[in-house]
């Protein structure tokens, strides 16, 4: 009887192994190694095993008579024997993929030489792969900071994408085969905050980094190219620009810029020109960058990238480089500037009489601040009655747009600041002189939009649509203040962007532009171009049509909606650290309504902070019931805050 070659798989603790070995057909197949007829054992597997050298030598000889052999004869000419031992040894490096030879139906032939080193660079391919990929498992598997010179090219593509994906940016299917790989095994597959976790343990990641911020060009600032670019038109603005020739002289007119001490971009100044038969005119001035920056130049695309400044915990993102933003195009006190100026000739009931817009030269006397405008406010000294006089202007017409339904809601603010590398609560209180500027800054916007109406001009509108409010007596029931406010604004729709004028509903004006920061915002710069084309002044295009400006808007709003998640993280971030500091207190709120009354989730005011904040609430909880607000849990690392609300005298 033929003698033959059985086959048994048996699971061994580090590969998985198909032994072969001639037996008699009457021979039972043993179910372990070291039992009739495999008289051998693992050990002496690995003994029989040939060196590279040997293998390389039958190869040759192989190669050269261009045979092909049956196992057996292959076992005998490398091994010099057929015995079970040897021809399973033999067989189970060629089921491993040998580079040198191919088995296939029993029979073993050379591979040709191309094959043998494309086999070769592919295993070495395959075993560097294996070795980076464990490289970035020891390291990211770590749990504080490693060597990161271990780390190549690869491994840092994936840090940044981790980095990404912490941010929202990106999901974990966006993220490559292997380095989602990793994450399943490292179990850190199904939370960002514990990639970030491990990002900040390991020093990729800055605590205080915020990864929305990734990918967007506040990142890395402004580059070489664009810095210089600044610096040349720095050197240019001591020179005549195109439609100088046609800016108001108004030097001579008083006017003064009003800011937080701390501002250094200062955008708008406020003037009161009396006139001969003792009317008073209302001019607002602001800045001009569209001066020195071009539409389409380097500085231009950058900005409109950015689509606006940002104003962070930690300082001031720009739009433009600030040796621009905070010097050359700032309305500096004692020193001509160039501006957009509007002048304003209100009737007896706040309405406007008449009004334009002009380019002007303009120079502020003094820089107040608003604790500096509030006392002149105050005090109306005769030699300064000049501020005085334009807040009560300015108050006839915020009464004549109460009148038309705008919705005043003016509360003390809180905003966390770092300081010194520590959260601080900075709270900013309503005045006189705030509620001054910013009635001129709407009636500027408002201004605009009318002379964009009436010249057929597209601009970029701001509206909102109607709300149904509450009835007077329900908001008379919640009583003054941050609680009746709130039930208000629950009511009111997003406010509206597009080249097609309406009104604007919590504002109380028929049209309205956003036109008074054309340092920190793009779309206002836009605003003064689209007025400068309109005018027809020299070095200006035609203005761009309502299809053209819609294009660019759209383009705008990804890049605003950026900076706004980027100024959300900053501000919620900046509260859990501040949170982490004071975890311990206790602070009385106000309950001011419900987020998810399915989740027992509300949001509360903590009033000696001007703060709202959302807070696990009873469910019972009422506008405007009273309750005590404690820290159940905070990790600024992990973006969490967990804050809870309990009726006081219990919790």
Excluded at 217 to 245: V, Y
Excluded at 267 to 295: C, M, Y
Excluded at 403 to 408: F, I, N, P, Q
Excluded at 465 to 491: H, Y
Aim: glycine share 6%; net charge negative.
């Amino acid at each position: 009887m033929s003698v033959g070659f059985r086959a048994k798989e048996q699971v061994l603790p580090a590969r998985r192994i198909t032994l072969i070995a001639p037996s008699p057909p009457s021979t039972d197949v043993a179910v372990k190694l070291g039992v009739f007829p495999w008289e051998f054992d693992e050990q002496d597997l690995s003994k029989a095993c040939l060196t590279r050298r040997e293998w390389g030598q039958a190869w040759v000889l192989l190669s050269e008579s261009s045979e092909t052999v049956e196992l057996s004869e292959f076992a005998d000419l490398v091994h010099g024997s057929r015995d079970a031992l040897h021809c399973a040894s033999t067989w189970l490096c060629l089921e491993n993929g040998d580079d040198l030879f191919r088995f296939k139906q029993g029979r073993v032939n050379p591979r040709l030489l191309p094959e043998v080193r494309s086999r070769r660079l592919e295993r070495r391919r395959q075993q560097l792969e294996q070795t980076r990929f464990q490289c970035w498992m020891d390291y990211f598997g770590a749990k504080q900071g490693t060597d990161h010179q271990e780390l190549d090219q690869l491994h840092h593509e994936w840090i940044e994408q981790l980095i990404r994906f912490c941010a929202g940016t990106i999901s974990l299917d966006d993220l490559s085969t292997e380095l989602r790989q990793s994450l399943v095994m490292l179990r850190l597959d199904q939370s960002r905050g514990d990639v970030r976790e491990r990002l900040v343990s390991l020093g990729q990641l800055d605590p205080h980094q915020l990864t929305s911020m990734a990918g967007t060009p506040w990142t890395d600032g402004f580059n070489a190219e664009l810095t210089a670019e600044a610096e040349r038109l720095i050197l240019l603005s001591l020179e005549d620009q195109p439609g100088d020739s046609e800016r108001i002289d108004l030097t001579h007119q008083p006017c003064v810029t009003i800011d937080d001490a701390e501002t250094r971009d200062i955008d708008d100044a406020l003037g009161l020109e009396r006139l001969a038969d003792d009317q008073l005119r209302i001019w607002i001035h602001i800045a001009d960058p569209g001066r020195l920056i071009t539409a389409g130049s380097p500085l231009d695309l950058e900005a409109r990238r950015r689509g606006s400044s940002l104003y962070l915990s930690r300082g001031i993102l720009p739009m433009f480089p600030s040796n621009l933003s905070t010097e050359v195009f700032s309305l500096k006190a004692s020193r001509r500037n160039a501006a957009w100026s509007t002048w304003v000739d209100l009737d007896s009931t706040g309405d406007v009489n008449a009004s334009g817009i002009c380019r002007s030269w303009v120079n502020p006397r003094y820089r107040l601040t608003y604790d500096d405008a509030d006392e002149l406010i105050d005090f109306a000294p005769p030699e300064e009655a000049d501020l005085s006089d334009l807040h009560a202007l300015l108050a006839t017409r915020r009464h004549w747009r109460m009148e038309r339904g705008a919705l005043l809601m003016d509360l003390p603010e809180g905003r966390i600041r770092c300081r010194d590398g520590q959260p601080t609560v900075e709270i900013t209180e309503p005045s006189p002189s705030r509620e001054m500027v910013a009635e001129a800054m709407i009636l500027c916007g408002t201004v605009a939009a009318t002379k964009g109406i009436d010249n057929a001009l597209a601009l970029p509108f701001r509206s909102q649509l109607p709300a149904e409010l509450p009835t007077p007596a329900q908001l008379e029931s919640l009583g003054d203040g941050a609680v009746r406010f709130a039930a208000i604004k629950r009511c009111l729709s997003r406010g509206l962007m597009g080249t097609t004028p309406a009104a604007h509903f919590s504002l109380g004006v028929p049209a309205y532009t956003q036109a008074t920061s054309p340092i920190r915002r793009y779309g206002d710069l836009l605003v003064q171009r689209q007025i400068a084309a309109m005018l027809s002044l020299d070095g200006h295009d035609d203005p761009l049509d309502k299809e053209s400006l819609q294009t660019l808007l759209q383009q705008l709003e990804t890049a605003v909606r950026e900076g706004l998640a980027v100024t959300r993280e900053d501000q919620r971030h900046w509260q859990q650290v501040w949170f982490e500091h004071h975890s311990s207190e206790r602070w009385p709120v106000d309950f001011l309504r419900w987020l998810r009354p399915q989740d027992r989730l509300g949001l509360v005011r903590i009033e000696e902070l001007a703060l709202d904040l959302a807070a696990t609430c009873p469910p019972d909880s009422e506008p405007g019931d009273g309750l005590v607000l404690s820290v159940a849990g905070v990790d600024s690392v992990r973006d969490q805050l967990h804050l809870v609300a309990d009726v006081r005298g219990t919790g």
